[in-house]
T-cell receptor, first 114, second 112 residues
Framework: NAGVMQNPRHLVRRRGQEARLRCSPM?????VYWYRQLPEEGLKFMVY????????ESGMPKERFSAEFPKEGPSILRIQQVVRGDSAAYFC????????????FGSGTRLTVV | EDKVVQSPLSLVVHEGDTVTLNCSYE??????LLWYKQEKKAPTFLFML????IEKKSGRLSSILDKKELFSILNITATQTGDSAIYLC????????????FGKGTKLTVNP
């Protein structure tokens, strides 16, 4: 079991470009969560998805950010028109079902906006 | 607004010392408290605590939850340099969202 796979590990974008972050959950896991970690800050919840459904996006900025988890393929976190303040580590986690034990996190994507 | 506060934010000890990390929480419809260890990469799961007063133990690490006083502690005995990491505490609420509310973490440095 390869664990939660995130790619790329590092992503550099110029201001105004788009960033696409990918997350493949653990085998058998149908719940995906995205968190953002700013420097010197804790992890902040962004969005919770199940296959083809967004369950809770209360932590997502209202503009420029979107997430999906299609029937086939990885979950994608998309940031349009990136700004310097988007520079952070973005972590994906997965779990097998609602109410299960602690998530399994991926190694994260470190986004740098220059 | 839900919040989790960890203390201290940073701690430096020598190998062999025992440390206690603190976590207080205010989480609406609280269900469980989780501890993670974060080195350079992914946070790795340590403990999930749901019941008050029951200690969970894994090797030199142990943790306990006090639901009346809304806090948890993580103890590490006989620390080793490999314990150096950021320890994250998170509250989990009941309901459909399953989102974790994290504290800022305690950065533990264990010197030889």
């Amino acid at each position: 079991n390869a664990g939660v796979m995130q790619n790329p590990r590092h992503l550099v974008r110029r201001r105004g470009q788009e960033a696409r972050l990918r997350c493949s959950p653990m085998k058998g896991h149908s719940h995906v969560y995205w968190y953002r970690q700013l420097p010197e800050e804790g992890l902040k919840f962004m969005v919770y998805l199940q296959k083809e459904n967004i369950i809770d996006e209360s932590g997502m900025p209202k503009e420029r950010f979107s997430a999906e988890f299609p029937k086939e393929g990885p979950s994608i976190l998309r940031i349009q028109q990136v700004v310097r303040g988007d520079s952070a580590a973005y972590f994906c986690a997965s779990s097998p079902r609602t109410g299960s034990y602690g998530y399994t996190f991926g190694s994260g994507t470190r986004l740098t906006v220059v | 607004e839900d919040k989790v506060v960890q203390s201290p934010l940073s701690l430096v000890v020598h190998e062999g010392d025992t440390v206690t990390l603190n976590c207080s929480y205010e989480v609406t419809n609280f269900r469980s408290l989780l501890w993670y260890k974060q080195e350079k990469k992914a946070p790795t799961f340590l403990f999930m605590l749901t019941s008050s007063g029951i200690e969970k133990k894994s090797g030199r690490l142990s943790s306990i939850l006090d639901k009346k006083e809304l806090f948890s502690i993580l103890n590490i005995t006989a620390t080793q340099t490999g314990d150096s990491a950021i320890y994250l505490c998170a509250g989990l609420a009941q309901g459909g969202s399953e989102k974790l509310v994290f504290g800022k973490g305690t950065k533990l440095t264990v010197n030889p």
